[in-house]
């Protein structure tokens, strides 16, 4: 279900989408001294460094089930001289730990691939411990937007969507956070936009994000898109060369990022209790 | 170019907007002691109240051609107590100010109905001292998107965008801030972006901007669409009550509002530098 590709302009994109927007995103993320924190599909490990540094006294444990990517994640954590994290090779739907073994799980870019995000959902909620939290990060291709403002564009990062959607997973999750923690049985979701604002008084961003994260993104799926007959290639090029107009001088590329924090419930619903999680 | 309207309903809109919204969007405006502001087309002053509230010791200068909204104006400024407030009646292309007379101007959803804004911005940087700030707010509504995702209500959206643009306007000139301020020969512009971002744990924000300001919004102009044949009423009114579902418990609405600060050059360029404004 991952459509984005593995190849070396692909981790170019996941690290510049990294280096640019990791404090944006996951700034305020911390987990207590001496807890145990699960990272759900780290791919390859982008997250991960971010996590475990701004957390040095917490001990992570992460999985993907790409092994190349897993491979990567083990370069990565080893060069940032991280001591805090364990890397395993492991599926999200057979995981090799017990019921509420984690204080906190950590879930980013994950559900966007997922054909049921409740169901995972529910699934890392057994593996945490009465009380503990998830935190949830999607983007939403549906917040895209930018100036000057181009139909053909749009059609572009629709073809991505399209795909995403056809490999069952959903590009626009982002605003959905709130209704899928509520409905996964988490108490008191909490839910905070992160907008990536991109002018030229930021010429950093604008080449690690607006062309080398999203429109390469964007870019990306022009082979999948035009064999699946979902675009001719002449309108998806103008597209890609709409969002490269976003980044001139006087263009502006908005995107934006959702976080989520919900809790497990401390104690199990009384039976005939009003419990969401039915 | 005002759109619309000025009817009873219109008048709870901008009140529902005023009271939900105006500190994330106001709260880090603030003027020093004994400076002289320009608000431009101060409305019926839903804005002026928090402008002048938030700088107390700065003298505002507020006006509106439109008298009706200004009597309101003045209404809700005495009803707040407020002695800093000077409410006039004069039209932005013949202004009674001498040049460089305020330290600070105020713009508040006025470019949007403008059919030239960058002239606008220069005009009042004509009234601006040297060094002093124009600071410009502005919503955009292509940055509106909802769980659940509703192509028709985006169409019914599109609807309101139309004929503000028949009208000269622009309703979604928000993302446009920094080229616009740029344009206009101002130093420096700093833009940021402010999400209302809206889900079922803030009901507030629920009725007051998702139904209250949003929705009726964009149901105030159903007669104006249908009388112009940009729609039918049974798309449109499918639009309204999609944009009404997403106000419900599992639903989410996101918009974001843009407030771009830029100051006047401090000195008069030399003939022959680098001057944008040319």
Not at 71 to 90: I, K, P, Q, T, Y
Request: proline share 5%; charged share 20%.
């Amino acid at each position: 279900m991952y459509i984005h590709g593995y190849g070396e302009r692909e981790s170019e994109r996941l690290l510049a989408q990294a280096s640019s927007v990791l404090c944006l995103l996951h700034g305020d993320t911390r987990f207590p001294p001496g807890s145990r924190v699960l990272e759900v599909g780290c791919g390859t490990g982008a997250q991960t460094v971010s996590l475990a540094r701004n957390s040095p006294d917490a001990q992570i444990v992460a999985f993907d089930r790409a092994t190349a990517s897993l491979a990567r994640a083990m370069e990565r954590v080893a060069a940032a001289g991280l001591s805090n994290v364990e890397l395993l090779h492991a599926d999200l739907y057979a995981l090799p730990f017990a019921a509420e073994s984690f204080d906190h799980v950590f879930v980013c870019f994950v559900l966007e691939h997922l054909s049921d995000p409740i169901a995972a959902l529910r699934l890392v909620k057994q593996l945490l411990k009465p009380g503990g939290s998830v935190t949830v990060f999607e983007g939403d291709h549906g917040s895209a937007y930018f100036h000057p403002h181009s139909a053909i564009a749009h059609r572009a990062i629709g073809c991505q969507v399209e795909l995403q959607r056809r490999a069952g997973g959903n590009a626009c999750i982002g605003r959905q956070l709130y209704p899928l923690l509520a409905e996964s049985g988490y108490e008191a979701p909490c839910v905070t936009p992160r907008v990536v604002y991109v002018d030229a008084t930021t010429p950093d961003l604008v080449d690690s994000f607006t062309r080398k994260t999203f429109t390469w993104m964007v870019e990306s799926v022009r082979e999948a898109a035009l064999a699946a007959r979902i675009i001719d290639a002449a309108t998806f090029d103008a597209g890609i060369r709409d969002l490269y107009r976003a980044a001139e001088p006087d263009g502006v590329f908005c995107y934006t990022f959702f976080k989520g924090v919900a809790a497990k419930p401390a104690h199990l619903p009384q039976e005939g209790s009003n419990d969401r999680d039915v």
